[in-house]
């Protein structure tokens, strides 16, 4: 098998945004991973902010600022959801797009939650963001709406029919859990964070408590925090605020199903899991973790007959010319037409904005080649509007499959060349 590397990010902002000094890249691990799920929290939601977002700017300045530092590292961001102030944001470098399947984004009617799932190279993977009740006392409460979506939140396809039984599971965010009422007192726990004695304080983590009972989290696993309390803080500061009792309240919590296939074992390893400190925009810190997890290779996936695995739409791209009729070719081997549906569509997105969340244009996809192996679209001339760079996506029907990416090109302005100038100059 091969591996891929995932890192995952929780951030609850508090409502802050990013400033001068904000620097995502710093959450960043190196060597760059393959891909990357950020969940924020309290991520500003009010009427001008959504006004902004949607009439504007189309995504709030933390996916953006997001999005704009995770694109010169050579990501695309693939999808987004945003539920209120819950948003959950999937980048993946350009390389493996075209080997995304299912992609879907939910919520969850009874919890703030986000959820992405998908598949890659074969393997089936989902990503939870949740922003759990606050508050010490507020325990049970928790543990009652992990259970709840455990429970009752399902899919259609038999195979991944709970959340519990995709290949990979992932669940964080602001799970909330604090330490045990009437346990330790503010100033003990800084003394105790202070001398770094972190483990005397976890013995009274109730998210740890919870799990060893089997009350909520059980079927997931988390290695023990080696890192200070990441609520609450003095916004701008590394200062516990004695507002609230410090806590790991921002966690991230994991799943491999090893025994999914027959005759062979999927892996799963945590190669780091730390919090962010001297990110100081939020009274909380953020906090990350990566994985090295297993896909299928292209032999096995050829052994075990996945079924559309590798990339099936093949571009050829020239630049094309702005306010003209365009014509661009692609191609799809004949042994995969069989993948090919009947409403199947073209995305046209903007290459520099490294983004394939709202597409400009698009084009449903030909039924039929127009040679061989070839298909042709068709472009009129108001897709192309302005000079600039551009990429195309094909996806299938339901827009869950990604079958092919182009490279970018560009959108230029036609230069007159000399004899129409004199004969425009004469018709004056």
Same mark, same amino acid.
């Given at each position: 098998m091969d591996a891929l590397n995932l890192q995952l990010i929780t951030f609850n902002?508090? /409502?802050? *945004?990013?400033?001068? %000094?904000?620097?995502?890249? +710093?959450?960043? @691990?190196?060597?760059?991973?393959? #891909?990357?799920? =950020?969940?924020?929290?309290?991520?500003?939601?009010?009427?001008?902010?959504?006004?902004? /977002?949607? *009439?504007?700017?189309? %995504?709030?300045?933390?996916? +953006?600022?997001? @999005?704009?530092?995770?694109?010169? #590292?050579?990501? =695309?961001?693939?999808?987004?959801?945003?539920?209120?102030?819950l948003v959950l944001l999937l980048f993946c470098l350009e390389k493996h797009v075209p080997y995304l399947r299912g992609l879907e984004t939910q919520y969850t009617r009874y919890i703030y939650k986000d959820i992405i799932r998908f598949q890659i190279y074969g393997v089936s993977v989902c990503v939870l963001?949740?922003?759990?009740?606050?508050?010490?006392?507020?325990?049970?409460?928790?543990?009652?709406?992990?259970?709840?979506?455990?429970?009752?939140?399902?899919?259609?396809?038999?195979?991944?029919?709970?959340?519990?039984?995709?290949?990979?599971?992932?669940w964080m965010?602001?799970?909330?859990?604090?330490?045990?009422?009437?346990?330790?007192s503010f100033q003990e726990i800084e003394d105790l964070v202070s001398k770094g004695v972190l483990s005397k304080l976890l013995g009274e983590d109730q998210l740890s408590?919870?799990?060893?009972?089997?009350?909520?989290?059980?079927?997931?696993?988390?290695?023990?925090?080696?890192?200070?309390?990441?609520?609450?803080?003095k916004v701008g500061t590394g200062v516990f605020d004695s507002k609230r009792r410090p806590a790991w309240t921002d966690r991230i919590l994991f799943k491999v199903n090893k025994g999914n296939y027959d005759n062979l074992e999927l892996s799963l390893h945590?190669?780091?899991?730390?919090?962010?400190?001297?990110?100081?925009?939020?009274?909380?810190?953020?906090?990350?973790?990566s994985f090295k997890l297993s896909v299928f290779s292209s032999k096995l996936a050829e052994e075990l007959l996945v079924q559309c695995f590798h990339p099936i739409v093949r571009f050829h791209t020239e630049d094309v010319y702005?306010?003209?009729?365009?014509?661009?070719?692609?191609?799809?081997?004949?042994?995969?037409?069989?993948?090919?549906?009947?409403?199947?569509?073209?995305?046209?997105?903007?290459g520099e904005e490294a983004s394939f969340q709202d597409h400009i244009g698009f084009l449903w996809a030909p039924s039929s080649p127009t040679r061989q192996e070839a298909f042709q679209l068709s472009f009129d001339d108001s897709i192309f509007i302005r000079s600039g760079a551009y990429r195309l996506v094909y996806?299938?029907?339901?827009?869950?499959?990604?079958?092919?990416i182009s490279s970018i090109f560009q959108a230029r302005v036609r230069e007159l060349g000399p004899e129409v100038g004199v004969e425009a100059t004469e018709e004056l």
């Open positions: 902002v508090g /409502e802050f *945004l990013p400033g001068p %000094e904000t620097d995502i890249a +710093r959450l960043i @691990r190196n060597p760059t991973p393959d #891909l990357v799920l =950020i969940g924020l929290q309290e991520v500003r939601s009010g009427a001008q902010e959504l006004l902004i /977002e949607q *009439l504007l700017v189309g %995504e709030d300045a933390w996916s +953006r600022e997001t @999005r704009q530092t995770l694109s010169s #590292l050579g990501f =695309i961001k693939v999808r987004s959801i945003k539920l209120m102030g963001n949740s922003h759990l009740a606050a508050h010490d006392h507020n325990n049970q409460a928790r543990i009652e709406s992990y259970n709840t979506v455990l429970g009752s939140h399902t899919y259609t396809s038999p195979n991944t029919e709970l959340i519990m039984y995709h290949d990979y599971v992932f965010g602001d799970l909330n859990f604090r330490l045990e009422m009437n346990s330790f408590g919870a799990r060893s009972s089997g009350q909520a989290f059980s079927e997931l696993e988390e290695n023990q925090p080696s890192f200070p309390p990441t609520f609450k803080y945590q190669e780091s899991y730390t919090s962010h400190p001297e990110f100081l925009e939020s009274d909380h810190k953020p906090v990350s973790s702005c306010g003209e009729d365009n014509t661009i070719v692609y191609s799809v081997n004949v042994k995969d037409w069989r993948y090919l549906k009947a409403w199947d569509w073209i995305g046209v997105y903007k996806y299938s029907a339901e827009s869950k499959d990604i079958l092919g």
